[in-house]
């Protein structure tokens, strides 16, 4: 990707000036109404230091269809949208490095969430606003159809400030070329209005209340108490901040990348970030600065007197609340398709390798794969799915016949590229009678996942499948279930994302995640979808109900040399009531 940044800042002043005025004009009418960034650790002496590695080679561990770069340091998804039938997706770039630093906003787009192409980096620093940083934002799309864009910027001061940028030419639906008012920053730190200046930023996408005036959140804290401070203006670049925040919870830290959404208690279809009414709820998800995690609630949002948003009754707020993804999963964003009335999420996955290692092969990152998301019937949780897309790299299917896995048994299944796939399969359990009990000192379902690994038999699983696993099992990660006897007759289902055995490079991350899903296994079948892609294993059990994002760095299990096996090494008999392995081809991107 070209460095050369010279096109939007060549732009004249009044030309600028031309350009806000304009888009004020829109505005009105239209509606008639220092941060270490996200989860990493800075290495300001490697932040400019040149990849050691040639990416246009073809590196083992470069995902296949997952979105990345070609080359260095990628974090936060930012500001994703549609816009004349094109899908954009900007993201936290350093183009000088495989670490963090030198940060610009990075820009691709797509016509069919699979496959990218790029274009110059949109926005960058070039204005007191931003000198020291452009870090994360989102995307507004205004009534008259323009797209807007509010990020964070670094003054002069170090402090961190909330500015506007606007396409230059609108009827362009690539959007190359984006320019800043001289009015930034729009929201600032100031002796008034307490805010801390060192942690104020990522402004959500904007919406529109009942009394025609916009919204946003910015993510902060004071003290320990973590908070979503609301912002509100009748045109867009005239913001004042509100007496409140929209919410705020304590001991949970910086809130970094919030993210505010409607979604609809009658239909998994998505809706408009400014829609409400008596069928919607509300999520606030917040990305964690303390334990680089993220956790959501759902709940009731009233913005007729105080724009205040209420989780509901029960949701617990902090790093034991519900997430998006109990793995390897940051800084995540939505938006609202409005080509196909849907909710799509975007997530950073971030490094289990070395900081000496991201250099050696250079890069650092990618993005899950883009989800839809919806209420589950239950009203209780969120579900998400891998958009329908990706399902046109399917190629070459191989299904096994419904079979009963005796305990303690494996076997491989075979006939598909085992290191680039999709695989589906579900699970039966006829008898549970051998499910052992619960031990509900087991809060985290990671506690109870690293305790039990996928080779500590248990009463009913470990059952599931083991990927990226080379011939002698040397090398594996196993995903699986646990079924467990809970009170008043009812089970307990964790999903396990076992790492422990995933490389013999022992510079990596091997951590083990987990979560509990919310199924019956005397009533469902329990369901697994695993997307295979070199180096990413990235699971939905439950039909989307828990998910889990690994990332893994085999020495053997490489290409040819990976495997794919389902297990069960528990006491009990499980049924595989059905299997369907896909390999993946590759999807273009940038």
Same mark, same amino acid.
């Given at each position: 990707?070209?460095?050369? +940044?010279?096109?939007?800042?060549?732009?004249?002043?009044?030309?600028?000036?031309?350009?806000?005025?304009?888009?004020?004009?829109?505005?009105?009418?239209?509606?008639?109404?220092?941060?270490?960034?996200?989860?990493?650790?800075?290495?300001?002496?490697?932040?400019?230091?040149?990849?050691?590695?040639?990416?246009?080679?073809?590196?083992?561990?470069?995902?296949?269809?997952?979105?990345?770069?070609? &080359?260095?340091?990628?974090? /936060?998804?930012?500001?994703?949208?549609?816009?004349?039938?094109?899908?954009?997706?900007?993201?936290?770039?350093?183009?000088?490095?495989?670490?963090?630093?030198?940060?610009?906003?990075?820009?691709?787009?797509?016509?069919?969430?699979?496959?990218?192409? @790029?274009?110059?980096?949109?926005?960058?620093?070039?204005?007191?606003?931003?000198?020291?940083?452009?870090?994360?934002?989102?995307?507004?799309?205004?009534?008259?159809?323009?797209?807007?864009?509010?990020?964070?910027? =670094?003054?002069?001061?170090?402090?961190?400030?909330?500015?506007?940028?606007? %396409?230059?030419?609108?009827?362009?639906?690539?959007?190359?070329?984006?320019?800043?008012?001289?009015?930034?920053?729009?929201?600032?730190?100031?002796?008034?209005?307490?805010?801390?200046?060192?942690?104020?930023?990522?402004?959500?996408?904007?919406?529109?209340? @009942?009394?025609?005036?916009?919204?946003?959140?910015?993510?902060?804290?004071?003290?320990?108490?973590?908070?979503?401070?609301?912002?509100?203006?009748?045109?867009? =670049?005239?913001?004042?901040?509100?007496?409140?925040?929209?919410?705020?919870?304590?001991?949970?830290?910086?809130?970094?990348?919030?993210?505010?959404?409607?979604?609809?208690?009658?239909?998994?279809?998505?809706?408009?970030?400014?829609?409400?009414?008596?069928? *919607?709820?509300?999520?606030?998800?917040?990305?964690?600065?303390?334990?680089?995690?993220?956790?959501?609630?759902?709940?009731?949002?009233? %913005?007729?007197?105080?724009?205040?948003?209420?989780?509901?009754?029960?949701?617990?707020?902090? /790093?034991?609340?519900?997430?998006?993804?109990?793995? &390897?999963?940051?800084?995540?964003?939505?938006? +609202?398709?409005?080509?196909?009335?849907?909710?799509?999420?975007?997530?950073?996955?971030?490094?289990?390798?070395?900081?000496?290692?991201?250099?050696?092969?250079?890069?650092?990152?990618?993005?899950?794969?883009?989800?839809?998301?919806?209420?589950?019937?239950?009203?209780?949780?969120?579900?998400?799915?891998?958009?329908?897309?990706?399902?046109?790299?399917?190629?070459?299917?191989?299904?096994? @016949?419904?079979?009963?896995?005796?305990?303690?048994?494996?076997?491989?299944?075979?006939?598909?590229?085992?290191?680039?796939?999709?695989?589906?399969?579900?699970?039966?359990?006829?008898?549970?009678?051998?499910?052992? #009990?619960?031990?509900?000192?087991?809060?985290?379902?990671?506690?109870?996942?690293?305790?039990?690994?996928?080779?500590? &038999?248990?009463?009913?699983? %470990?059952?599931?499948?083991?990927?990226?696993?080379?011939?002698?099992?040397?090398?594996?990660?196993?995903? +699986?279930?646990?079924?467990?006897?809970?009170?008043?007759?009812?089970?307990?289902?964790?999903?396990?994302?076992?790492?422990?055995?995933?490389?013999?490079?022992?510079?990596?991350?091997?951590?083990?995640?987990?979560?509990?899903? /919310?199924?019956?296994?005397? &009533?469902?079948?329990?369901?697994?979808?695993?997307?295979?892609?070199?180096?990413?294993?990235?699971? +939905?059990?439950?039909?989307?109900?828990?998910?889990?994002?690994?990332? *893994?760095?085999?020495? #053997?299990?490489?290409?040819?040399?990976?495997?794919?096996?389902?297990?069960?090494?528990?006491?009990?008999?499980?049924?595989?009531?059905?299997?369907?392995?896909?390999?993946?081809?590759?999807?273009?991107?940038?």
């Amino acid at each position: 990707m070209a460095t050369s +940044f010279s096109s939007t800042s060549s732009s004249s002043s009044s030309a600028i000036a031309s350009l806000v005025c304009v888009c004020l004009l829109s505005l009105l009418l239209g509606h008639g109404i220092l941060r270490v960034e996200a989860s990493h650790k800075v290495y300001r002496h490697l932040q400019s230091s040149e990849s050691l590695a040639d990416s246009s080679a073809d590196q083992p561990y470069r995902t296949a269809y997952h979105f990345q770069p070609p &080359k260095n340091w990628m974090n /936060d998804p930012n500001g994703p949208m549609i816009y004349k039938g094109l899908y954009h997706l900007f993201y936290q770039w350093n183009p000088k490095g495989a670490v963090w630093g030198n940060i610009v906003w990075a820009h691709s787009t797509s016509k069919d969430l699979v496959n990218w192409i @790029p274009h110059e980096p949109a926005i960058y620093p070039s204005q007191p606003a931003d000198m020291n940083g452009t870090w994360s934002g989102s995307a507004t799309i205004l009534p008259n159809g323009t797209p807007v864009i509010l990020y964070t910027g =670094i003054n002069p001061a170090n402090q961190q400030v909330q500015n506007i940028a606007f %396409p230059k030419k609108a009827s362009d639906p690539y959007l190359i070329e984006w320019v800043k008012t001289p009015k930034n920053p729009l929201m600032a730190p100031t002796a008034s209005n307490m805010i801390n200046a060192s942690s104020f930023r990522d402004p959500t996408t904007a919406w529109v209340g @009942p009394d025609g005036r916009w919204r946003v959140i910015i993510g902060s804290k004071r003290g320990r108490r973590g908070m979503a401070i609301l912002y509100r203006s009748k045109d867009f =670049i005239h913001w004042v901040k509100a007496q409140h925040p929209l919410h705020s919870a304590p001991n949970t830290g910086m809130w970094e990348c919030p993210d505010f959404f409607p979604v609809s208690t009658v239909s998994p279809l998505g809706l408009d970030t400014s829609s409400n009414g008596p069928r *919607v709820k509300h999520v606030l998800k917040v990305s964690l600065d303390d334990t680089r995690k993220e956790y959501y609630t759902i709940g009731t949002y009233d %913005p007729s007197k105080k724009d205040v948003y209420t989780p509901d009754a029960g949701s617990v707020e902090g /790093d034991l609340g519900l997430r998006f993804d109990y793995g &390897k999963f940051y800084a995540s964003k939505t938006f +609202f398709d409005s080509a196909k009335n849907r909710r799509i999420l975007w997530g950073w996955i971030n490094e289990s390798s070395s900081v000496e290692d991201d250099i050696k092969k250079g890069w650092s990152g990618l993005q899950a794969v883009p989800r839809v998301i919806w209420l589950d019937k239950s009203g209780k949780q969120l579900v998400q799915w891998p958009v329908m897309e990706l399902e046109k790299l399917r190629t070459g299917r191989v299904d096994v @016949p419904s079979k009963l896995l005796r305990g303690g048994s494996k076997f491989e299944v075979s006939g598909f590229t085992a290191s680039q796939a999709d695989v589906e399969l579900s699970f039966e359990v006829k008898n549970l009678d051998k499910a052992e #009990k619960f031990d509900p000192s087991w809060v985290k379902a990671q506690d109870l996942c690293t305790q039990k690994t996928a080779t500590v &038999k248990g009463g009913i699983g %470990p059952f599931g499948i083991m990927a990226l696993a080379s011939k002698g099992l040397e090398e594996y990660t196993a995903i +699986f279930f646990r079924i467990f006897k809970g009170t008043n007759n009812k089970y307990v289902v964790a999903m396990c994302s076992d790492q422990t055995k995933s490389s013999l490079n022992n510079s990596t991350d091997k951590a083990n995640y987990g979560a509990f899903l /919310d199924v019956d296994p005397a &009533k469902e079948k329990l369901s697994l979808r695993t997307l295979i892609d070199r180096s990413i294993v990235e699971s +939905f059990g439950g039909e989307g109900k828990g998910c889990i994002t690994a990332r *893994v760095y085999p020495t #053997k299990a490489i290409g040819d040399g990976a495997h794919l096996y389902a297990f069960n090494y528990g006491a009990g008999d499980v049924l595989i009531s059905s299997f369907s392995a896909w390999s993946m081809k590759k999807a273009q991107i940038n």
